[in-house]
């Protein structure tokens, strides 16, 4: 089992693009959450995917969207890139949300 | 507000010191507590949580309600406890992490 796996690993982006970044979970989870970490602070949450269906959001606004898929898998969108989105985005699994969550090695995306 | 500091940014000790990571929260209810280690170039992994009471690689942390703490300790630190320590609170399913606390375990 690989674990939490992300991709892609890193990524450049210019003002205003849009961006998909994508999450499969460890094997036996299907729960799927997403956090953003700037330089220097603790992860962020973002929001959590359950059933297919986001169950809890954070304080991020409607340009961070997101789906998961039957296979659990999910993605996670941003619209509108502003320079202040330039962080490592980390997703995280687990078993209906109550467990233990297990992070993936994130994506770091710079918005230039 | 639900919140978790970290007030160290660095904690620089020397090896076989005592290490002890400050964490302090904010929250209403039972919390749940856990601590995060991230090694250089590793992911975000568990370190531990305080609802199994385990000692990992040595480090333990007492939940104290009364001081809303919960420090993590080691007796004796080793080289290879170097690494980026975060203290997270689990609220309705999502992690509230502190801003995290470098440890440089000095030879």
């Known amino acids: 089992d690989a674990g939490v796996t992300q991709s892609p690993t890193h990524l450049i982006k210019t003002r205003g693009q849009q961006v998909t970044l994508r999450c499969s979970p460890k094997?036996?989870?299907?729960?799927v959450s997403w956090y953003q970490q700037a330089l220097g602070q603790g992860p962020q949450f973002i929001f959590q995917y359950y059933e297919e269906e986001e169950r809890q959001r954070g304080n991020f606004p409607d340009r961070f969207s997101g789906h998961q898929f039957p296979n659990y898998s999910s993605e996670l969108n941003v619209n509108a890139l502003l320079l202040g989105d330039s962080a490592l985005y980390l997703c995280?699994?687990?078993?209906?949300?109550?467990?233990?969550?297990?992070f993936g090695p994130g994506t770091r995306l710079l918005v230039l | 507000a639900q919140r978790v500091t970290q007030p160290e940014k660095l904690l620089s000790v020397f090896k076989g010191a005592p290490v002890e990571l400050k964490c302090n929260y904010s929250y209403s209810g039972s919390p749940e507590l856990f601590w995060y280690v991230q090694y250089s170039r590793q992911r975000l992994q568990l370190l531990l949580r305080h609802i199994s009471r385990e000692s990992i690689k040595g480090f333990t942390a007492d939940l104290n309600k009364g001081e809303t703490s919960f420090h993590l300790k080691k007796p004796f630190a080793q080289e290879e406890d170097s690494a980026m320590y975060y203290c997270?609170?689990?609220?309705?399913?999502?992690?509230?992490f502190g801003s995290g606390t470098r440890l440089l375990v000095r030879p």
């Open positions: 094997s036996g989870h299907d729960t």
């Open positions: 997270a609170l689990d609220s309705s399913y999502k992690l509230i």
């Open positions: 995280a699994s687990s078993y209906r949300g109550k467990e233990t969550q297990y």
